[in-house]
């Protein structure tokens, strides 16, 4: 093992980087250089302190990622749990780290940079598969904000972009090995710059010519729902429909007692309702948790919603909440027709084990309608690509998404939603009480925004969203580049036990 003079240095910028790729402040760049840094140094150090270190980098980054992000309350055990938790989000973080330093020792020639993205793609998928928290950590979550490379997450989900950003470090650290000298890693930098560039064009292409305010041609439309749904990249002509969604105005926190001004809280959800339903909403949204009630007062909720929809001919999502003596919390959201009838009665489904919530019988809600196919989930429901796959599945070309966050993850938790927008094709309005309202389109795209934190009277987002969405590849083969990945990177690692390490 050939030591580098220069290896703490790397370790410093990889631990700074590493503090801004992900949590509470997000640097998109930073997010694809820290693991260049850190693979780097755990390479020029012997294998177990080098591993005990990362794994105590992740777990100091990971804790100052989610200090308040999670709350003490969301796990068994309080502030000590908490701390546990997080620590074993950073092992696991580290475990990507581990393979690469072991198997580069087996592996040679540019093969061996895809060692890292393939490590780090599997850890994902299983995060999100098995975690109670769904997709948090992944490494995709810090480019939200870069379009042309959300778009990859169409075909790939959010697991082609994480590749991508992991496959940086392989590439660059390969050719830092081997002095960068341009005759022997010249061929292998190109085929993966080429490979990156060609990923931004093609979403830059599709952003640019594939819009669905250029094929609507106009901002208001009178499509009907008989206009088929566009295959992947080319949307069919679509107009919009307006759609008004409400935090409220005085609200609280779910565990607090029942308060006698709840009931006017409700009046004014209606009040507004009828007022954004009167200046053009076709419909009109409820913010997770904004009803709160005893659980013998929903009926009559129900009731009032159904004749405020009838009257208006509107379509009217509301979200009731109710906390049994002695039982789990109810969390739910219910669709009301122009007709007043039901539509959904949806159930939250995800992470009701973290909020001690009844869980849904696992389908996200549907219904067709002529302003296009509705779905809905609730807030934390986002977090889980395969889940929410469904709405793509489906043809779903609009997802009504009521929400509560809280400040720590505003507007980190909005911005996560948006990937599965573009992984579905559909257009997603998420409402957030107590965080980050927004509504995108099918490319991902700010529609209109709203920060409960930023709003100090109504609390009210308008959004146009395109009426139709589009046939993604990821909506129709679901998960098919991880299960590759997992593949490779199984057969990666019996290769690696078949050769003997050359160096480390």
């Known amino acids: 093992m050939k030591k580098d003079p220069l290896r703490y240095l790397w370790l410093i910028i990889a631990a700074v980087l590493l503090l801004f790729s992900q949590g509470k402040w ?9 693991p260049v840094f850190l693979i780097r140094f755990l390479r020029s150090q012997p294998a177990f302190w080098g591993l005990v270190i990362g794994a105590v980098v992740h777990g100091v980054v990971f804790f100052l990622w989610y200090d308040g992000v999670i709350p003490t309350s969301f796990v068994p ?27 580069c020792g087996r592996l040679t020639g540019f093969a061996s940079t895809f060692v890292f993205p393939l490590a780090q793609v599997t850890l994902e998928y299983l995060n999100a598969t098995l975690n109670p928290m769904g997709g948090w950590g992944s490494f995709a979550v810090s480019q939200t904000d870069n379009l042309p490379l959300l778009q990859v997450a169409a075909v790939t989900g959010m697991y082609g972009i994480s590749f991508l950003v992991a496959w940086l470090a392989g590439v660059s650290n390969w050719a830092w090995e081997l002095e960068m000298e341009w005759r022997r890693v010249g061929r292998g930098v190109l085929v993966s710059a080429s490979v990156i560039t060609l990923v931004l064009l093609g979403g830059g292409l599709r ?6 305010l250029l094929m609507a041609g106009r901002m208001e439309g009178s499509v009907g729902r008989q206009a088929p749904r566009g295959p992947a990249f080319f949307p069919p002509q679509s107009g919009t429909v307006r759609v008004a969604s409400l935090s409220g105005f005085d609200y609280r926190y779910e565990g ?18 009828v007022r954004e339903a009167r200046a053009g909403a076709a419909i009109v949204v409820w913010a997770e948790a904004s009803a709160m009630i005893e659980q ?12 405020v929809a009838k009257e208006e001919s509107i379509y009217l999502l509301i979200s009731p909440y109710a906390e049994p003596a002695g039982e789990k919390a109810i969390n739910k959201s219910i669709l009301l027709t122009p007709d007043g009838e039901v539509a959904w009665e949806y159930w939250k489904n995800n992470a009701n084990l973290l909020e001690g919530t009844v869980r849904g019988d696992g389908k996200v809600a549907l219904a067709d309608t002529p302003l296009g196919r509705l779905a809905s989930s609730i807030c934390w429901d986002l977090d889980f690509p395969a889940y929410v796959r469904q709405a793509g599945q489906a043809g779903a070309d609009i997802m009504l998404v009521p929400a509560a966050d809280w400040r720590q993850i505003d507007p980190l938790h909005t911005q996560m939603a948006r990937m599965r927008a573009v992984e579905n094709g559909m257009s997603l309005v ?34 146009q969203v395109p009426r139709h969405g589009v046939v993604t590849p990821y909506a129709v083969l679901g998960d098919v580049f991880a299960w590759m990945a997992v593949a490779s990177f199984l057969g990666f690692t019996a290769a690696g036990l078949l050769q003997k390490s050359r160096r480390y």
């Open 430 to 463: 998420r409402h957030t009480r107590a965080g980050l309202s927004a509504a995108y389109d099918y490319l991902g795209r700010p529609v209109a925004v709203m920060d409960d934190f930023l709003t100090t009277d109504d609390r009210t987002m308008v959004a």
């Open 207 to 212: 952003l640019a010519l594939f819009s669905p």
């Open 256 to 273: 607090e007692p029942f308060a006698g001004d709840d009931a006017k809280h409700i009046d004014d959800l209606f009040a507004a309702t």
């Open 296 to 307: 013998q007062a929903e009926p009559a909720l129900v009731r009032r919603a159904a004749q």
């Open 77 to 103: 055990g309080g502030r000590v749990g908490q701390v546990g938790f997080v620590a074993v989000l950073g092992l696991a973080a580290n475990l990507p780290y581990i393979v690469d330093r072991w198997l």
């Open 26 to 34: 997000i640097i998109p760049m930073a997010a694809w250089l820290a």
